[in-house]
């Protein structure tokens, strides 16, 4: 059986284990630091009291009964497709645009100001004129989502167009690249890790741009849900949702991550921790 | 020898700020000419306007006066706008930065220019490879800049331009950043390409040595506003020895002269 297992078949149950405690290991700081935050919440919660602040282990329990139930994925999926469906609808243009301005000085000139106003302008306050504009259903939330995602993207491709070096498109020119060739080739590829930057940070905002939105009205969703428990004193039932809310960010930040990992393999490694690997 | 590139009566200057006083003359009254084939040097104090001379040789920056003819074709004077840089291929330009593209690999930088110009095929793709194996980087094809040295960007870069033939050649300094070892192997590798291809190279320095080793003629500038303080022929035989030249009388005598001339 020994040598069996040493033969490496892709089910050996031992080698899985070994590898199991090698990534535990490598993770350890975050264990570290995920238990002293539970330690604090059950603290707190020990501390406050149960009705202001639910333990962590009330918070397991009702998290994994509304799995089983359903009931938290619909709502879950429900807010995060409003997520998804802003933050391409808001993302894709705001990465095509600054692509389409680089050649237009006036005209940018003359957005700008516009952009820096959309930017700056409290997403909070405009989600109540979106529920007038687009109603309860999923288009208010939508149209919120993408408007906060597309001034961040937008920002931060059009840092990523104007920061590269211009010895770049020179060297291009005179290599014999036209206009075209040059906007897809140097500038475009250039740009990537910018809009990258820019898709990492807008992508918990438009999970919390959709929850707002349903705070603010919703017959469905995570803020929705929320909204209704705060409402029946559940503080448990809300730490539940802000639970799931984190657990949707975790992931689609891994995704944003894993994608950008992939297509900017030329990238030096960026930080010196990533050197040890 | 039929003349290729003829600068006459060059001047330039930057435009001027507004609120500012205008700004001083770079190059002025700079004239001179290149034959085919021909490996020509400049060599001038820093600050001299070299980058810019060639800057507007490769139209990628536009004269402010006189004349830069290219076999017939005359550049365009104080007109960004009609500018050709590498006049359609036929200038080829080595930068003092290596201008590598951080998301190509070795190889992929190499294959650049031929990729924009519809020239790849079997036969070029060949040609790289003889001059990636040339100079020394085979086995570092699939390597992106970052993960390469100072010497083997230079060489990338160096070989990017000579990859599509181009039939003159500007080199601005191309071996300045480099450390005496990794510059005398690249001098030596730059001598065998043009031996090879005899392409008419201009090639600007501020080091004397290496203005003499390489060209068949040297030309010195003046201080800002730069214009030709002397010329010198270089008749040292080739093929030189990079190494040994040092010590050649002809050298000796002509380090001595350019060295007076050199302010």
């Known amino acids: 059986m020994a040598t069996l297992k040493s033969a490496g078949g892709p089910s050996v149950g031992v080698f899985d284990a070994g590898r199991f405690t090698a990534k535990l290991y490598s993770h350890r700081d975050h264990i570290l630091v995920l238990i002293a935050l539970l330690a604090i919440w059950h603290g707190l919660s020990l501390l406050l009291g149960v009705y202001w602040v ?3 282990w009330g918070v397991a329990v009702r998290l994994y009964s509304g799995l089983l139930s359903g009931e938290l994925l619909r709502h879950a999926s429900y807010t995060f497709s ?19 301005l680089r050649r237009q000085p006036i005209l940018t000139a003359i957005l700008d100001p516009f952009m820096v106003g959309g930017y700056g302008s409290p997403k909070l306050a405009l989600a109540p004129l979106f529920i007038l504009w687009f109603g309860i259903g999923i288009e208010s939330k939508i149209a919120l989502v993408a408007f906060t995602v597309f001034f961040i993207v937008y920002f931060a491709t059009q840092t990523g167009v104007r920061t590269l070096d211009p010895k ?8 014999g690249a036209s ?38 009205s919703a017959n469905r969703g995570l803020g929705y849900m929320i909204q209704l428990r705060s409402m029946n004193f559940d503080t448990t039932g ?40 | 020898m039929s003349v290729l590139l003829e600068v006459r009566d060059l001047a330039k200057r930057f435009a001027t700020r507004a609120g500012r006083e205008p700004s001083p003359w770079i190059i002025q009254g700079l004239s001179f000419s290149v034959n085919e084939g021909e490996f020509l040097t400049i060599i001038g104090p820093s600050g001299g306007g070299k980058t810019t001379l060639l800057n507007m040789i490769a139209q990628i920056d536009a ?9 017939s074709q005359l550049a365009p004077i104080n007109d960004m706008k009609s500018l050709k840089p590498g006049l359609n291929c036929q200038i080829g330009y080595v930068t003092q930065e290596d201008n590598l593209l951080p998301w190509r690999t070795c190889l992929e930088n190499v294959l650049f220019p031929l990729l924009v110009q519809g020239k790849l095929n079997d036969e070029t793709r060949a040609r790289a490879q003889t001059l990636i194996r040339a100079v020394g980087l085979a086995g570092w094809e699939d390597h992106y800049p970052h993960e390469l040295s100072g010497g083997m960007r230079k060489r990338t870069s160096l070989i990017r331009t000579l990859v599509y033939d181009p039939p003159v050649i500007l080199m601005d300094e191309p071996f300045g950043a480099l450390d005496a070892q990794t510059r005398l192997q690249l001098q030596d590798d730059l001598m065998r390409l043009w031996n090879l291809g005899k392409k008419t190279i201009v090639f600007v320095t501020h080091d ?56």
């Open chain 1, 54 to 56: 639910g333990t962590p």
């Open chain 1, 82 to 100: 409003e997520a998804m469906i802003g933050f391409v609808i808001g993302g894709i243009p705001a990465a095509i645009l600054p692509f389409l």
């Open chain 1, 168 to 175: 770049l498109v020179q060297m291009a020119q005179v290599a």
């Open chain 1, 179 to 216: 206009e075209s060739y040059v906007a897809r080739h140097i500038i475009f590829p250039g740009a990537v890790p910018h809009i990258f930057t820019g898709f990492r940070i807008a992508m918990p905002y438009s999970i919390g741009g959709a929850v707002v939105a349903e705070l603010i």
């Open chain 1, 238 to 277: 809300v730490f539940v949702a802000l639970t799931a809310v984190c657990i949707i960010v975790f992931i689609t930040n891994w995704i944003v991550n894993f994608v950008e990992k992939r297509l900017l393999r030329w990238r030096p490694p960026s930080d010196v921790t990533a050197q040890k690997e």
């Open chain 2, 63 to 71: 004269a402010s006066g006189g004349e830069i003819r290219f076999q």
């Open chain 2, 208 to 263: 004397i040595s290496e203005a003499i080793a390489l060209g068949d003629r040297t030309l010195v500038l003046t201080r800002q506003p730069s214009s030709v303080a002397g010329e010198h022929r270089i008749t040292i035989p080739r093929p030189r020895d990079i190494r040994g030249i040092l010590t050649h009388p002809e050298f000796i005598e002509l380090y001595q002269r350019i060295r007076a001339q050199v302010q």
